[in-house]
């Protein structure tokens, strides 16, 4: 896997798990987590060739998944979406807003 790759998989999975988990101080030590790595990226932004979200979206998505966050896990019951719901410049805008992007995550997903 790639540096560039590695990194937006690292932020998507902060997303996501700040998305998943119901405790409110978790869900903020994740979306704290994820502006230092969007941060991270506007200071040094990956090649978008080098970048491919869907691929860096699944990642993200088993990094989050882990069992070791499942008993944190509890928000809502999410089936979450095989692509991603963000694009890189997304990711790279710099007025992107961390809390509404957790919940356009949280409303991606299939809720069961």
Same mark, same amino acid.
């Given at each position: 896997?790639?540096?560039?790759?590695?990194?937006? %998989?690292?932020?998507?999975?902060?997303?996501?798990k700040?998305?998943?988990?119901?405790?409110?101080? +978790?869900?903020l030590?994740? %979306?704290?987590a994820?502006?230092?790595?969007?941060?991270?990226?506007?200071?040094?932004?990956?090649?978008?060739?080098?970048?491919?979200?869907?691929?860096?979206?699944?990642?993200?998505?088993?990094?989050?998944?882990?069992?070791?966050? %499942?008993?944190?896990?509890?928000?809502?019951?999410?089936t979450?979406?095989?692509?991603?719901?963000?694009?890189?410049?997304?990711?790279?805008?710099?007025?992107?807003?961390?809390? %509404?992007?957790?919940?356009?995550?949280r +409303?991606?997903?299939?809720?069961?």
């Amino acid at each position: 896997m790639n540096a560039s790759l590695e990194r937006v %998989r690292d932020v998507l999975a902060e997303l996501i798990k700040a998305a998943l988990v119901s405790d409110d101080r +978790k869900s903020l030590g994740f %979306r704290d987590a994820a502006r230092a790595g969007l941060a991270g990226l506007a200071a040094d932004p990956p090649d978008a060739g080098t970048v491919r979200m869907d691929g860096a979206w699944t990642l993200a998505i088993q990094a989050a998944e882990a069992p070791e966050f %499942r008993p944190d896990e509890g928000q809502v019951n999410l089936t979450l979406p095989r692509q991603s719901p963000l694009s890189l410049s997304d990711l790279l805008d710099p007025g992107l807003d961390v809390d %509404r992007t957790v919940d356009r995550i949280r +409303k991606s997903a299939s809720t069961g």
